[in-house]
């Protein structure tokens, strides 16, 4: 159930001094499997403007979400992670939002992600702006063994005819 008290949500592009921050919420929100330091750091380097972190009313980072840009048209949500404590507070959809407006805005024609079969919560929130889970079900061994993932996409605008 939603948080009868949603704080204040503050987006931002991140900055070289989220680093501590961004492998903290990455290594909760994804405690089996978070990036090493030396990737974080280097999507700091070259996606600054589409790794997004949210803070909390007292500026405390609890969420990230990393896009790739727009190439030939697709990006990906490569990432998005909230801090345990800070689930149902709306900073997802906060990011979610944010990013996709980035996105339209650097020309993106569509948004793709994968997703876990059973991550009800990501796969309801994604749903949520639209995107359609890949109508051949979750691909087998994807992101290793046991690792099924399903792909999901959003269309921002139609394909340009020739
Ligand atoms: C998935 C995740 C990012 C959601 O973050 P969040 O900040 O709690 O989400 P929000 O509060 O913005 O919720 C937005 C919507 O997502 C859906 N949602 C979020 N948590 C949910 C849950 N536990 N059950 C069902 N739907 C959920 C709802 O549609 C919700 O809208 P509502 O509150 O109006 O019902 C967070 O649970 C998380 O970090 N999980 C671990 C990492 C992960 O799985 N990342 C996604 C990888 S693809």
Redesign the pocket.
Known sequence: M?APHAPSVRVRPVDGHDMPDLVRVDRE??PDDPMPYSVLRQFVDMFAENLLVAEDGDGRVC?YLLATPPNRGESW?F??????G???????????RASLENLRAEGAATVL????PN????A?????FGFVSDPRGPRRDHFGPGADRIRMTLRLRPPTTP
């Open positions: 939603p929100a994804f969420a949500i990432s998005l992670g909230v801090a345990p800070m689930r149902r507070h709306g900073l997802a959809r906060a990011l979610m992600l994968w997703v876990e991550n009800k919560p990501a309801t929130l994604y749903d949520s």
